[in-house]
């Protein structure tokens, strides 16, 4: 009678064929299996064989603040360049306000003189009995803006001292000839256009323009 333990130790012998021995008729054949043994630790890390891929370190870490710095001037010594490209080109020149502008009707002025446009035009408006003109306020001495003084009719230049009649005819003092006066004429409306661009002088001892057409405006 076979005990349990001959029957385990039969069925292991019959499990594991040995060389040599008859593998019976009708039995597939099976063949032995290696057993798998864990590798040493020493095995795992064997150094690589010569084709194996190197990886390269990374780059050190790129000074972004620098970058931005150089950047920046190279784009502000551009912007530089042109725009004194672009300067050389445009003209130098000074704008000045129009020398033309109205002043308003004849009606608008009493006879004598009027001082209202003398800061913002240098010239005053002068009315007489048959005509209107416009004296531009600058002494033929040097240059100095005069004062009107109405209570003594007259003009005074607070510089040198020349003195005007109230038409700007000089009678004191160093100036050498009247006051010039202003271009005017009538627009489609009838009001006063002045032009400063445009005067006419009465020299000494030379023709007086004071007469011409454009240098007054009959009544
Ligand atoms: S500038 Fe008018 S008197 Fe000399």
Known sequence: ???????????NSASTSQPGDTIPAGEPSRAPTPAKTPLPPAA???PRSVGAVVESTPDAPV????????WASIVGFLTTCFLMFLRFFLPRSILEPS???????PSDYALG???????QYRIWVDKTSDRIFVIYARCTHLGCTPDWKASEN???CPCHGSGYDSEAINFEGPAPRPMDRAHVELDAEGQIVVDIGKLYKWPKG????FNDPGAYIPL
Not at 63 to 70: A, E, H, S
């Open 154 to 156: 007259k003009f005074k």
């Open 206 to 209: 030379d023709r007086n323009e």
């Open 1 to 11: 009678m076979d005990s349990p333990l001959n029957t385990e130790l039969s069925a």
């Open 63 to 70: 000074n972004k603040m620098r970058r931005r710095i150089v």
């Open 113 to 119: 003189v009027d001082t209202k446009w003398q800061q």
């Open 44 to 46: 795992k890390a064997a």
């Open 99 to 105: 020398s033309k502008f109205s002043v308003g009707f």
